[in-house]
């Protein structure tokens, strides 16, 4: 089975500050990496998809970059409301949509 | 606009079963699949299987496959989630959500991904 692995599982930041989250999976998934992001209480909401196109809606300080088996999402510039978890999803082995064990950004 | 909207909170006593639905509205049903989600406290996102809304076939997680059953109904576009025999360790928050797949006219490149929620069932799974 394929393996999602997300680093680091917490970071903690500041308000301003430019955040790097890394997905690695275990074998070879293509650009098939999507992000999500999970505030406590609220439904996942869907950021990034095939790995670098940013969902309509979703601000731009938001990217994402990578192919093969790295991925990285940055949040160029944290806002309050982005303090949350994050979840990459690889859904290019199919039929089986594999979520990695997410990064929670905290103050 | 695309909505889920999920049926509410059970509380279950291990060994029995639960059928989770999933009222959805706003797009064509039939041209969507929908997969389901759980997340159980303090834990991750875990990925339990999908459905098609064209035909009805499930695809399943390993992990779910002797335990759940998906099916959908296209007249009254809902999709259920029925989980048998509940554990402690079922106990959780579980999500439909819109399961969307094609292929990009510009890169020809399959995309796939969850771009609309339910709001999500709390199942507890307790003696």
């Known amino acids: 089975d394929i393996q999602m692995t997300q680093s680091p599982s917490y970071v903690s930041a500041s308000v301003g500050d430019r955040v790097t989250l890394t997905c690695r999976a275990s074998q070879y998934i293509s650009t098939s990496l999507n992000w999500y992001q999970v505030k406590r209480g609220t439904a996942p909401n869907l950021l990034i998809y095939s790995a670098s196109i940013l969902q309509s809606g979703v601000p731009s300080r938001f990217s994402g970059s990578g192919s093969g088996t790295e991925f990285t999402l940055t949040i160029s510039s944290l806002q309050p409301e982005d303090f949350a978890a994050y979840y990459c999803q690889q859904t290019y082995i199919s039929p089986h949509k594999t979520f990695g064990g997410g990064t929670d950004v905290e103050i | 606009q695309v909505q889920l909207v999920q049926s509410g909170a059970e509380v279950k006593k291990p060994g029995a079963s639960v059928k989770v639905a999933c009222k959805t509205s706003?797009?064509?049903?039939?041209?969507?699949?929908v997969s389901w989600v759980r997340q159980a406290p303090g834990q991750g996102l875990e990925w339990m299987g999908w459905?098609?809304?064209?035909?009805?076939?499930?695809t399943y997680a390993q992990k779910f496959q002797d335990r759940v059953t998906m099916t959908r109904d296209i007249v009254t576009r809902m999709a259920y989630l029925e989980l048998r025999s509940l554990r402690f360790d079922d106990t959780a928050l579980y999500y439909c959500?819109?399961?969307?797949?094609?292929?990009?006219?510009?890169?020809?490149?399959?995309?796939?991904?969850?771009?609309?929620w339910g709001q999500g069932t709390p199942i507890i799974v307790s003696s």
């Open positions: 706003g797009y064509t049903f039939s041209n969507y699949d």
């Open positions: 459905i098609s809304g064209y035909n009805g076939s499930a």
């Open positions: 959500a819109r399961d969307v797949r094609g292929v990009s006219l510009e890169t020809a490149a399959a995309y796939n991904y969850f771009d609309s």
